[in-house]
């Protein structure tokens, strides 16, 4: 029977129970078109999540490259949606 780490049991709880808030901070900035507040709560997201890379991987300096990479992910992906208010949804089809 394996042995549960009550400090890692911890530290995951509180990394999931933090990435949900975080990832309803990063959807309500989506939905208000707000990249940089997107890209930073993405960024975040990464960072809390970043539990499971650092536990398979066993080095941490990989956790800057996720972060990063979903900071940019974030904020170019919301240049490139972005819609003037009233226009039709993105993928929608155009009449």
């Known amino acids: 029977m394996a042995v549960i780490d009550p400090l890692t049991a911890g530290a995951v ?7 949900d808030a975080v990832y309803v901070m990063f959807t309500s900035a989506v939905v208000a078109r707000k990249r940089v507040p997107a890209a930073t709560w993405s960024s975040i997201w990464y960072l809390l999540s970043s539990y499971a ?9 990989y956790v800057a490259f996720a972060a990063a990479g979903s900071w940019v992910g974030a904020y170019v992906s ?6 003037p208010p009233g226009g039709p949804p993105v993928g929608a089809a155009v009449e």
Request: net charge neutral.
């Open 53 to 61: 890379v650092i536990s398979y991987t066993e080095n941490w300096v």
């Open 78 to 83: 919301l240049t490139f949606l972005h819609r």
């Open 13 to 19: 709880f509180l990394a999931t129970a933090g990435t």
